[in-house]
């Protein structure tokens, strides 16, 4: 029996948005072509502000730009809201309410590599792994609208 772990299966035992799966549900992952992309360059696009949202990220890898476009003028000028870094997870509400993105992404670090989960590849999953790519969506969810509800809060106080 071979007992090395692939890189790539290292990268994502890494991963907290994982813990709920088991050995043979990543295993089922990492076997998946397509899913598993490596930028090199910094400053590469991942997807850009206005675009069609149809798919989610899992940094396993570096560190990502999440950007919004500001006009001046003629200039479109990004500014930079958020670096994410390995274990991050963003584009899910794109990806669950198949709606325009509001914000773009570009790789800070070389390289970066993420898992890009679209609504095809999703429901082509075995429903155990959907289910639990549901829940960590969700967890996910809940723990960003808590975030902003103690920043309003702070807010008013």
Known sequence: MNSTISPLMKC??????????????KEMLIKRSGIFKKYE?????????GGKGDSMFVILEGVVDITRTNFKGDIE???????????SVFGEISLLGNQTRTTGA?????PVIVM??????????????QNLFHK??????????????KKLINLKG
Do not use: Y
């Open 77 to 87: 000028k990004p500014f930079v809201l958020a670096q994410l870094k390995k274990g």
């Open 116 to 129: 890009e989960i679209d609504k095809k590849t999703l429901e082509s999953f075995e429903l155990g792994i």
């Open 41 to 49: 360059k910094i400053g590469s696009t991942l997807f850009s502000d």
């Open 106 to 110: 570009s790789t800070a670090s070389s």
């Open 12 to 25: 994502v035992n890494q991963i907290p948005f994982f813990d709920g799966f088991s050995n043979a549900e």
């Open 136 to 149: 960590e969506m969700i967890l996910i969810l809940i723990r960003r609208l808590d975030e902003m509800n």
